[in-house]
Structures are given as C-alpha cells and as structure tokens.
C-alpha cells in the first residue's frame, strides 16, 4: 500500500509538477504578450499624441500641408511682403521725403473701374489738360514729356500768346501734329464777367480762327478763364465747356517764385525744392489757403481714376517736370493709362461727343 501509495504520490508529484511547468509557461507567454501589447501600446499613444499634429495627420496632411507652404508661400511672401515693405517704409518718414523724392510711394488700388468701350478694355482713360499757353520753353517741354510717355492731351490756348510771333505759333501747329487737340481758352484771358456778349463771343471767334488757320483743327471745346461758367458762357460761346475734377494747383506750387521761397526756406537747392514739392503734391497732398478759405489738395496720384479731367498748365517748368513723374509713376505702378484727347476721350462712352451748352467735370459728371 506503501509502494502504492508512493508511486501514486509519485505520480501526483509528477502531474502536479508538469502543472506547475505549464502553468509556469503560460504565466511566461502571457505576461510576454501582455509585455507585447504594453509595448506596443505605448508607442502607438505616443505617436498619437506627440506626433498627431504631424504625422497621425501624416499621409494625406503632408501632401496638403506641404503644397501651401511649399508652392504658395515662397511666391506669395516675395510678391507681397516687398512691395509693401519698401514702399511702407519711406512714407512714414516725412522728414526724407519733401528732400528725396527719390522713394517710390506706395501704389493705392484706385477706383477699380476701367472703360466699357470694348476698344479700351481694362484700360483706364483720363483727360489731360493743359491751360493758357503756349509758351516758349515750357511748351516745348511739355510736348516732349507727352511724347515720351505716349499721352495725348488737350491744350486750351490763348490767341494772345498765339499772336506773340512764330515761335509760339510753331508751339501750337507742332502740339496739333503730334495728336494733340487745341481748344479755346479766349483771346486775352479775360473773365466772362469782364465782358459784354459780343466782346465775349469775339474772343471766343478770334481764337478759334487763329487755331484753325495754323494747325487746321476746328475748335470743339472751350475752357473758360478762371474756370467762370454760366449759362451765359454757354449761350454765346455754342460750345462744350471743359471744367476739371483733379486740380493740383499748379499755378501755386510749380510756380517759380513758390519753388525759391521752400527752397530758402529748407536751405535746400531750387531743383530739390521742386522735387520736393512735386511729390507732396502728387503723392501727399497738400493743405493750402484758397481765397482766404482752407483748403486741402489730395495726391493727384490717386485721385487718377478712370474719366478724370486734370487741369494743369503748360508755362511752368515744375508743371512739366510734375507731369513727367505722375505718368512715370502711372506707368511704373499701373501700366493700363490711357491719355487721351478731349473728344476722343468723350467719344469712348459717348458716342455723340461733346455737346454745346454741356459743362464737362470727369467722363460722366455735366451740368
Ligand atoms: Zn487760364
């Protein structure tokens, strides 16, 4: 019974051990595969949460990440962050730029609408106008500014200065040659309101017999002196009256005697005086006095919107040294200006024209 009883305790022992050995085992390979998972959790939580910005998102965000920063933002940050930076910078510092006109300010979107003439498209026409010559010297200048920028403009002439010799009557056959349109600005640039009807309507006639005798144009426009409009100016000139929206004074701040007072004033050259006051006027603007009333200028620059009428005037130097910065600065910001004669101009979206007993202001405005 004992052998028995040995061998079945030997038995038991060996059944017990084998347990103990497979249960041993199955401890092993279970805490092996919970050791598995424990590792493998770990490093799955951890790309989630410290790489999900980037790589759980990673296939498909990558490409969609990559194409925005890679292809758009090198274009995008050159074309905007410099014409921004540099153009921002000089403005705000007005103490260099009276003196260096050299900066170049910052281009402005403006109006955003171009002509509706299909032959226009996009394009954005303007009037320019050029009072009370001609004059010798600055005519001339001023014919060769217009060539070199390709504008055409409107001078409204005085017989006066038409009768002064053949200089200036070379001026005026030379500007209607080269594409120019010549409208009436009176003989002897007297106000309206200085006249009778007849003495009126005999300036008006005299002048534009003279025009046409030199150059060949039939008179079409007439601008009156001092900008004095009234149904009676309508009634016995027959004509078209050509006002303006876009005045930059000119007759004020290019004139001579203005330009040597700032430049005493800034102990500065006559040539950097007129730079200087040239891009105020044009890029700046400029608080004045008129007539005794206050009176603000804005930068002709960006009031150049599509139909405007400027009014300068062609006997000053610093009215054709400004002309050529405002269409170099036109040219170099915009490149879709248009300068055209007055007709033409009206003719665009007017298919009549100029009409008589009409004050014209821009392309659309009349009264
Ligand atoms: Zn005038």
Known sequence: MASKTNSKKGTYGVIIALAAVIIALLVILIS???????QSKPANTGTVVINS???SKPAEPTDAVATPFITEAPTELPTEIPTEVPTEVPTPEPTEVPVTPTPSPKPRVIGGKTSANPN???KVLVAL???????????EEMLNVLKKHNAKATFFVLGIQINKGDTYRALLKRASDEGHQIGNHSYSHKFPSQLTDEQLHDEVVRTSALIKEITGQTVTVFR?????KSDRVKRVTGLPLVQWCIDPLDWMFFEGGYIRNY????????????SAIIDIVLFEGVHTTLEGEPYYCPPVAYEMKHGSILLFHDI???????VDR??????ENYGNYVFLPFDEFILTENDAGPQAGVVYYNLWSTT
């Open 32 to 38: 092996m595969e919970s050791r598995g998972t424990k």
């Open 53 to 55: 910005p980037t790589e």
């Open 120 to 122: 226009y498209e996009g």
């Open 129 to 139: 106008t050029f009072d009370d010559g001609p004059e010798e010297g600055t005519t």
């Open 224 to 228: 009156v002196p001092g900008g004095n």
């Open 263 to 274: 430049a005493k004033e800034h102990g500065i050259s006559y040539s950097e005086a007129e």
């Open 316 to 322: 000053y130097m610093g009215s054709v040294h400004a």
């Open 326 to 331: 405002l269409l170099t600065f036109l040219e």
